[in-house]
Each structure stands twice: as structure tokens, then as C-alpha cells.
Nanobody
Framework: QVQLKESGGGLVQAGGSLTLSCAAS????????MGWFRQAPGKEREFVAV????????YYADSVKGQFTISTDNAKNTVFLQMNSRKPKDAAVYYC????????????????WGKGTQVTVSS
């Protein structure tokens, strides 16, 4: 089992930056790939970024590539999502997720989820 808890959401002005954190705990966290997804009102949950636990490789959705950065602090089992140049379309509930083995872009492939943190962007 993996337990995930997000923090760092809030209100940010368009063009500003925000960093989300996800604290992971549990017996299998050390072997889990960690990802971020987001869900805007009326839309489906979508993939944002993922970091592979084995070698630190990162993958991003095209919509955030070059603006968002995913990273980890292995010692504290924390995953970060740094979001720069925020746009109103980035407003959503951001979720942290974990999966062992194969990485899926489809959220249905991820078994462990946090409760999410709200990010609002003012124009």
C-alpha cells in the first residue's frame, strides 16, 4: 500500500509560479513511479507528469512541457511539481499518484491516489 498526501495548492496569478508537494509513505513507495494528474471542472482527469523511481526519468504532457518540472527528494519520499508561467487553463485539482512497474498515461492504470489539491489561476 502507498499513501499519498498533496499540499501546496492555492491561488496564483497568471504568469506566476507554484510548487506542489506530495508526501508518499508505505511499504512499497520505494519501488513506485510517481505522477501528477489534474482534473478541471467538467473535464476528465488528465496526465501531467511522471518520474520513474528506478532512474529518475521524467515524462510530461505536451501541454506542460517546458513549463512544469517534476522532481523527487528520495530521502523524504516527497515528489514535487514546479509549475511556472501558469495560465488560467492550468486551474484544476491536482492529484498525486503512484504505480509500480509500467507507467500509464491513462489514470485508470494508477492504483494509488492522493485526495488532490486545488490550484486556481487568476487572470
Amino acid at each position: 500500500q502507498v499513501q499519498l498526501k498533496e499540499s501546496g495548492g492555492g491561488l496564483v496569478q497568471a504568469g506566476g509560479s507554484l510548487t506542489l508537494s506530495c508526501a508518499a509513505s508505505g511499504r512499497t513507495v520505494s519501488n513506485s513511479n510517481m505522477g501528477w494528474f489534474r482534473q478541471a471542472p467538467g473535464k476528465e482527469r488528465e496526465f501531467v507528469a511522471v518520474i520513474r523511481w528506478s532512474d529518475g526519468s521524467t515524462y510530461y504532457a505536451d501541454s506542460v512541457k517546458g513549463q512544469f518540472t517534476i522532481s523527487t527528494d528520495n530521502a523524504k519520499n516527497t515528489v514535487f511539481l514546479q509549475m511556472n508561467s501558469r495560465k488560467p487553463k492550468d486551474a484544476a485539482v491536482y492529484y498525486c499518484a503512484a504505480v509500480r512497474g509500467v507507467i500509464y498515461y491513462d489514470p485508470d492504470g494508477w492504483p494509488y491516489w492522493g485526495k488532490g489539491t486545488q490550484v486556481t489561476v487568476s487572470s
